[in-house]
């Protein structure tokens, strides 16, 4: 029998179990409600899904790697993974999603309307969080990266389905919708723990870059994933429509039977059987999927060398691995 040696993500996961214990202990004691027992219910079905409170660590990771000894990074650990709890209600909801980590969503077993209020509560509760922190600069930075997360989402809403969206573009888009809360999160734990102008600096570049590289990896998923593993139906942001990095590449490639390909089941949304692997067979034949991976390691790598204007330790080295291992999912 082989053992699998435990991931970065796992290791990262232990170092900070004590401060994670806290922050889940928070998570249930702040998604509560007196009034409205809906709300634990709808919070508990996604918080409890088994996602891996990686947003969270970040926070607690940076703060432990300036040597924090306060408890406030538990707060914004927990303001984080609130916010980002609140972002995926709504996404589901926008994105009509049946399926989330593996388990049907929120919209689907109760209703549109009880996942956009819970998701507004779980806002409100993140800024409480933020708040009894008493730091103005941490509650900038994280309702800074609130609103941008938004600004994200609608601009995917427009620069999906059109051709004419290009990387630039894109990259707008996830630094919005996903690198926006990373960087958040890393930054806001240097922040709490009094670190230097170049230490956050250098702990927001990081978070950025992991971002970028992390969302890359997940629209590679999308088209290569097991559905187990990325908790969604393989093809969903085809489907959906959604104009991933894989197909912008794709799309910039096309000769004129590829481009009207794409018009008609992007553009136009007629798709047909097979239309799926035509679209794989289309990025695999002009290595879409190659080149967009090269890309998530190029931003993986600059996240590892954000690192180096950090101190050096055990967290420091597990923060450079994660980097690794984020691109390593689509190995």
Known sequence: MTNTAPSP??????????????????????????????IPEVTAHLVEAGGKRLRPMLTLAAARLLEYRGDDHVKLATAVE???????????????????????TANLLWDN?????????????SFQLMVETGSLRVLDILANASATISEGEVL??????????DEAVYLQVVRGKTAALFSAATEAGG?????SGDQVRALFDYGDALGIAFQIVDDLLDYGGVTATI????????????????????????DAEERAFWVRTIEAGDQREGDLEQALAIMARHGAMETARAEALDWAGRAR????????????????????????RVA
């Open 9 to 38: 993500l796992d290791r990262l996961s232990g170092v900070l179990a004590a401060d994670m214990d806290q922050v889940n202990t928070l998570i249930r004691t702040r998604m509560s409600s007196r009034h409205a027992p809906r």
């Open 82 to 104: 609130f916010i980002h709890t609140a972002t995926l209600l709504h996404d589901d909801v926008v994105d009509e999603s049946r399926q989330r980590r593996g388990r049907p």
């Open 113 to 125: 309307k009880s996942s956009v209020l819970v998701g507004d509560y779980l806002f409100s509760r």
């Open 156 to 165: 995917q809403l427009t620069a999906a389905q059109d051709l004419r969206t």
């Open 191 to 195: 922040v709490i723990a009094g670190g």
């Open 231 to 254: 908790g969604k139906n393989t093809g969903d942001d085809f489907r959906e429509r959604k104009l991933t990095l894989p197909v912008i590449k794709a799309v910039a490639m096309a």
């Open 305 to 328: 060398a954000s690192l180096a204007a950090l101190p050096a330790g055990a967290i420091r080295d597990l923060l450079d691995e994660l980097a690794d291992f984020v691109v390593a």
